[in-house]
Nanobody, 115 residues
Framework: QVQLVESGGGLVQPGGSLRLSCAASGSIFSSLQMGWYRQATGKQRELVAV???????NYADSVKGRFTISRDNTKNAVYLQMNSLKPEDTAVYYCSAHIIGASYWGQGTQVTVSS
């Protein structure tokens, strides 16, 4: 069982930055594929970024060059650095963990980009 707790969301002006953090429980963190997803009001949940156990990453086209996902296996944590934020980035952001046969989700943290 893996428990995930996100933090770092909030209100930010367009062009600003936020850093989301996700703390994971359990002893298998380094083996997990970790990801950030988001869901805007009235829309489906979408993948934002993923980081694999080996450290390679993938990003949604809409965030490439603006967002950076990273992980610290010594702290059982994954981060999402978000720069040059746009109003369309407004959503609830969810941390996820995946291993063969199981997926885990955090409770989500609200990010609002507005002037």
């Amino acid at each position: 069982q893996v428990q995930l707790v996100e933090s770092g969301g909030g209100l930010v002006q367009p062009g600003g930055s936020l850093r989301l953090s996700c703390a994971a429980s359990g002893s298998i963190f380094s083996s997990l594929q970790m990801g950030w997803y988001r869901q805007a009001t009235g829309k489906q949940r979408e993948l934002v970024a993923v980081i694999f156990s080996g450290g390679s990453t993938n990003y949604a086209d809409s965030v490439k060059g603006r967002f950076t996902i990273s992980r610290d296996n010594t702290k059982n944590a994954v981060y999402l650095q978000m720069n040059s934020l746009k109003p369309e980035d407004t959503a609830v952001y969810y941390c996820s963990a995946h291993i063969i046969g199981a997926s885990y989700w955090g409770q989500g943290t609200q990010v609002t980009v507005s002037s």
